[in-house]
């Protein structure tokens, strides 16, 4: 069974620097993908960043990138230059096989509460 | 702004009860899927559809159902409601599975 693992309950980091969010999972499906999701205060769920498990680079967005450690099963969340906005809880993800039409459930770890300080 | 509409947003109402909760996907998008978001069980997929048909199921309790209807919308039906169903209940939608947009969610306190 596919299981995603944060052991970072909660992050603290200080404004315009940048912060590593881990996240480890575990499948035995060789095709898989990987999502960070951030929910602010306000409740909704924002897609971040997506990784394949046959990509060949590290995804980036923005501020965000993913690094992919695929023989380690690890997907940590970079986030740079960090802003008092980034303040939130986040969410790594994980869905077994490439094809949304054959059953795409994503797989939720339990977060990290990131806060930013000024 | 995901493109992912919900509706209602909030919603109160007494154990015993029935609530349908909908869903609009972002346009383009044929999958929709259900996830609820507790404190002590965090986010748990529900259900997904594709095109219309059930494509995976995950925890949805026996007096939960959903669907999808021609014009993609779904629907998240809630029976014989009980004080643990309160919760938030998301949609996401997708096209290609590079990602999962997901609603501003509704917020059902079951009273």
Redesign the interface.
Known sequence: AQKITQTQPGMFVQEKEAVTLDCTYDTSDPSYGLFWYKQPSSGEMIFLIYQGSYDQQNATEGRYSLNFQKARKSANLVISASQLGDSAMYFCAMREGLRETSGSRLTFGEGTQLTVNP | D?GVTQTPKHLITATGQRVTLRCSPRSGD??V?W?QQSLDQ??Q?LI?Y?NGEE??K?NILERFSAQQFPDLHSELNLSSLELGDSA?Y?C?S?????????G??T?LTVL
């Open positions: 995901s044929l999958s899927y996830y965090g986010l997929f997904q594709y494509r995976a995950g938030l998301f996401a997708s096209v290609g599975g590079r990602g999962q947009f997901f501003p969610g917020r």
